[in-house]
């Protein structure tokens, strides 16, 4: 195979060898000066008008060219980006389509412009719109309004980018779309950031500016006191707001709506419903975790988005017990997006030219413009009419002697001829003429002139009020009034966002509950809660369920204290997840406590027997045990453990009363089921550590068993109840015999030594059901905790007891 031959061509002496020298300074002052042209005027800033960005324009425009109105379907989205991107827009589809999707947002625009099917994207784009192949659109019900007589020559048309179609510079806009909708865009050199506001306000400003041209702005904004976000939340600092309305610069806070809500049974939440304009729930919850797992924010056990589409917005924040949810909210808005500034920059396109505007200058820019297109749609209207009319004047005319025009027509030997002789004949212009040689004789010969009359009546009427609009500046502007107000009253809804002059939630408020004095309650019910106060609680004179307080010690509200269990177990409890109950109660009760299994952890046959502070200095704990054991226990609690063995308890034994000793100089009591008190001092017990298993603290008798222990102050006046009935039978519905003998009616006697009767059995009792001692003012409930009221008191130490109306399950003193 022959190899092919190359040679080179010989140089062309028709190219001459041109260098240019070109300063580069000017190039890029040029080049720069171009592009910045073309951002500011074709893509970044919206036209003061209509308030829309070119590529808003156009996809509303070529929306209404496809025809598709509000009560149409839907159709591809991916349609109509390509229909605008081939005809008017030249750049690129994501472009088109991202200004597409935030125009189908509600979250983004206060009125819609247009009506999107599908996944258009959520607040904050925290789930962004699904790609064009797969969502629909159509014109929202007010963008018929942006559009509306834009084919009566209301506004100018410009060649798109290639010279093949023509494209608005401006919509018709029924209403203030700028102001309603905002608008924001980074040019080269300016941007522009303007909120929305609510419909009705702004359109209550432009009528009121229509009829007032000199009004000022403090006028003004008594129908727009400030912005109107479709998000809703709270807007702080109008001083800001004033300024952007005089200077078209100014800033003003946006904050979240938040409730303070019981969110459980324990714990105060935060109730997030609103959020900052353009800032979404996954973006909150994201930075409230990142700052909790830094630390740098306190108090949040947990944070929830439970939004939905039927409940909406709702994030839930827990709040730790302890913690003052007003002060940690007022730390969310400092460190997180529930509260965001918005910088206000009303730059907009005014005659081609780039401005700062005032709320005023904006609503004088819209008004001139719809001055103009409801002028030029008159005069368009005008002139339609006026056409019709003449041609109804023809036919009227022409219809005096039918006959006459038709034979006219039908003797002629040409158009032109019947054309010029009708003329002559009944005075007609050339386009009466023609419009009458074009009309079908079947038609020209059934035409009613009653009918045509009453058009000529009609059109008449119209051109009247046309010219009477045209000629009348007063009634143009009111016409314009009259159409704004319509608008408002159709599609006009509610403000959403509150406005605030200042922050209404105190900044000085500690972060953490205060670690004020109180006291923790435990009643016979099993109910926990603290008080507001360490003042004792007054003996209300009605009894109510809850009252009976089993056992009381004091605290401070962020301290600990201890529960002992009949297992010989102490368990550590943080006050401050207590519930409190109101400072002031007309009867003491516990019905606003919380459940003690909501606090504590307990085996099945494990029953809690006193609470107890941790104070080491105090002269310790005293129990009893049901075999008849008694111990002081050595107030040794170290910090690092959550759970203590106060006592070594022998097999089948368990503590069936315990108490804090507040002097060491109390009476230690034991009350056993065979009807045995024994008394004597606890200085009779040496304090043990809490290994120890205690000493022989009563005597029993075969068979016996101790029913209750405690510690009485001997100078207190303080009583005995017991309630007598039969082994295996002690329960609610057996009735029993009581008794109540004051305290210092049984002696003092030795430790571990038998004790005295406290009550004599009568015929069927053989045992104690239930046995108490303690101070006056006692009380006595059922196991549901309703109130027993206690007999009358026996001075015989061992008598028998009397019948009781209702059985006592508890009895409890003063607190």
Do not use: W
């Given at each position: 195979m022959a190899r092919r031959s190359t040679k080179t061509?010989?140089?062309?002496?028709?190219?001459?060898?041109?260098?240019?020298?070109?300063?580069?300074?000017?190039?890029?002052?040029?080049?720069?000066?171009?592009?910045?042209?073309?951002?500011?005027?074709?893509?970044?800033?919206?036209?003061?008008?209509?308030?829309?960005?070119?590529?808003?324009?156009?996809?509303?425009?070529?929306?209404?060219?496809?025809?598709?109105?509000?009560?149409?379907?839907?159709?591809?989205?991916?349609?109509?980006?390509?229909?605008?991107?081939?005809?008017?827009?030249?750049?690129?589809?994501?472009?088109?389509?991202?200004?597409?999707v935030r125009m189908a947002q509600p979250f983004s625009m206060r009125v819609p412009l247009v009506d999107g099917h599908g996944?258009?994207?959520?607040?904050?784009?925290?789930?962004?719109?699904?790609?064009?192949?797969?969502?629909?659109?159509?014109?929202?019900?007010?963008?018929?309004?942006?559009?509306?007589?834009?084919d009566e020559d209301t506004v100018d048309f410009a060649p798109n980018y290639d010279g093949q179609e023509q494209e608005p510079v401006a919509l018709?806009?029924?209403?203030?779309?700028?102001?309603?909708?905002?608008?924001?865009?980074?040019?080269?050199?300016?941007?522009?950031?303007?909120?929305?506001?609510?419909?009705?306000e702004v359109v209550a400003a432009a009528r009121h500016l229509i009829r007032h041209p000199n009004a000022d702005l403090d006028a003004l904004m008594k129908h727009v006191p400030g912005p109107d976000l479709p998000t809703g939340g709270r807007i702080v600092g109008l001083s800001g707001v004033r300024d952007a309305y005089e200077k078209g610069?100014?800033?003003?806070?946006?904050?979240?709506?938040?409730?303070?809500?019981?969110?459980?049974a324990r714990r105060k939440g935060l109730v997030v419903t609103e959020l900052p304009f353009t800032v979404g729930p996954e973006k909150v919850v994201g930075k409230i975790k990142d700052l909790v797992g830094s630390k740098k924010l306190q108090g949040i056990a947990d944070v929830k988005d439970l939004t939905d589409r039927e409940h909406g917005l709702r994030l839930v924040i827990e709040i730790k017990n302890g913690f003052v949810p007003e002060a940690v909210l007022e730390q969310l808005y400092k460190l997180t997006p529930m509260e965001e500034s918005f910088g206000i920059n009303n730059v907009a396109l005014v005659d081609g030219q780039p401005l700062t505007l005032g709320l005023k200058e904006l609503l004088e820019v819209y008004l001139d413009h719809r001055f103009n297109v409801v002028r030029r749609r008159s005069e368009f209207r005008r002139g339609k009419r006026r056409d019709r009319l003449h041609l109804v004047e023809g036919l009227l005319t022409a219809l005096v002697d039918i006959d006459e025009v038709i034979r006219l027509i039908r003797s002629s030997e040409n158009s032109a001829q019947a054309k010029q002789r009708l003329m002559e004949r009944f005075s007609l212009s050339d386009i009466q003429?023609?419009?009458?040689?074009?009309?079908?004789?079947?038609?020209?010969?059934?035409?009613?002139?009653i009918e045509l009359e009453a058009e000529q009546d009609r059109l008449n009427a119209e051109i009247e009020?046309?010219?009477?609009?045209?000629?009348?500046?007063?009634?143009?502007?009111?016409?314009?009034?009259?159409?704004?107000?319509?608008?408002?009253?159709?599609?006009?809804?509610?403000?959403?966002?509150?406005?605030?002059?200042?922050?209404?939630?105190?900044?000085?408020?500690?972060?953490?509950?205060?670690?004020?004095?109180?006291?923790?309650?435990?009643?016979?019910?099993?109910?926990?809660?603290?008080?507001?106060?360490?003042?004792?609680?007054a003996s209300g004179a009605k009894r109510v369920k809850h009252d009976v307080i089993v056992s009381a010690v004091p605290a401070t509200a962020r301290g600990e204290i201890g529960v002992v269990t009949s297992l010989g177990r102490l368990l550590r409890l943080n006050v401050v997840d207590l519930p409190q109950l109101p400072a002031a109660m007309p009867v003491p009760n516990l019905a606003g406590g919380a459940p003690l299994a909501?606090?504590?952890?307990?085996?099945?046959?494990?029953?809690?027997?006193?609470?107890?502070?941790?104070?080491?200095?105090?002269?310790?704990?005293?129990?009893?045990t049901e075999q008849g054991v008694v111990k002081r226990v050595v107030p040794d609690y170290p910090s690092n453990k959550e759970e203590l063995e106060v006592i070594t308890l022998k097999e089948g034994d368990r503590i069936v009363g315990a108490v804090e000793l507040r002097t060491g100089e109390e009476d230690l009591v034991f009350i056993s089921d065979d009807a045995q008190l024994l008394?004597?001092?606890?200085?009779?017990?040496?304090?043990?550590?809490?290994?120890?298993?205690?000493?022989?603290?009563?005597?029993?008798?075969?068979?016996?068993?101790?029913?209750?222990?405690?510690?009485?102050?001997?100078?207190?006046?303080?009583?005995?109840?017991?309630?007598?009935?039969?082994?295996?039978?002690?329960?609610?519905?057996?009735?029993?015999?009581?008794k109540l003998t004051p305290f210092d009616q049984y002696p003092r006697k030795g430790r571990a030594t038998g004790g005295v009767r406290c009550q004599r059995f009568l015929k069927g009792e053989d045992c104690l059901a239930l046995a108490w001692a303690g101070p006056l003012p006692a009380k006595a409930a059922q196991k549901n905790g309703t109130a027993v009221d206690l007999p009358e008191p026996d001075p015989r130490r061992d008598g028998s007891g009397v019948s009781l109306p209702k059985t006592v399950s508890v009895v409890a003193g003063p607190v």
């Open positions: 061509p010989p140089p062309d002496d028709s190219y001459e060898e041109k260098i240019l020298d070109i300063d580069v300074v000017d190039e890029m002052q040029g080049s720069f000066l171009e592009y910045a042209y073309s951002v500011i005027y074709s893509r970044a800033l919206p036209d003061a008008r209509d308030g829309l960005k070119p590529v808003h324009r156009r996809i509303v425009y070529q929306m209404n060219e496809m025809g598709l109105r509000p009560e149409r379907g839907y159709v591809k989205c991916a349609r109509v980006v390509g229909e605008v991107m081939g005809k008017l827009h030249p750049h690129g589809d994501s472009s088109i389509y991202d200004a597409l996944n258009f994207g959520s607040l904050g784009n925290d789930d962004p719109p699904a790609a064009m192949r797969y969502t629909e659109c159509r014109m929202a019900e007010a963008t018929s309004l942006m559009t509306e007589s834009i018709p806009a029924a209403f203030p779309n700028l102001l309603v909708n905002g608008a924001s865009g980074i040019a080269v050199g300016m941007a522009t950031n303007m909120p929305p506001h609510n419909l009705r610069r100014g800033t003003f806070k946006i904050r979240a709506t938040v409730t303070v809500e019981d969110v459980t003429t023609q419009y009458i040689l074009d009309t079908p004789l079947r038609r020209l010969t059934k035409y009613d002139r009020e046309l010219t009477r609009i045209l000629d009348s500046d007063a009634e143009l502007r009111k016409l314009v009034s009259t159409e704004l107000a319509a608008v408002a009253k159709k599609f006009g809804n509610d403000r959403r966002t509150l406005l605030l002059e200042s922050a209404d939630t105190p900044a000085a408020v500690p972060l953490q509950v205060a670690d004020d004095p109180c006291r923790v309650l435990l009643s016979s019910t099993g109910l926990l809660a603290r008080t507001a106060d360490n003042e004792p609680l909501e606090f504590v952890s307990l085996e099945d046959d494990e029953q809690v027997v006193c609470l107890t502070t941790l104070d080491e200095s105090s002269p310790g704990l005293a129990l009893g008394r004597y001092p606890a200085a009779q017990v040496r304090p043990q550590g809490r290994p120890a298993g205690g000493m022989a603290g009563i005597k029993l008798t075969e068979g016996a068993k101790v029913i209750f222990f405690t510690a009485v102050d001997p100078a207190a006046d303080a009583v005995v109840f017991t309630v007598a009935g039969s082994r295996g039978t002690l329960d609610d519905s057996v009735q029993t015999t009581a």
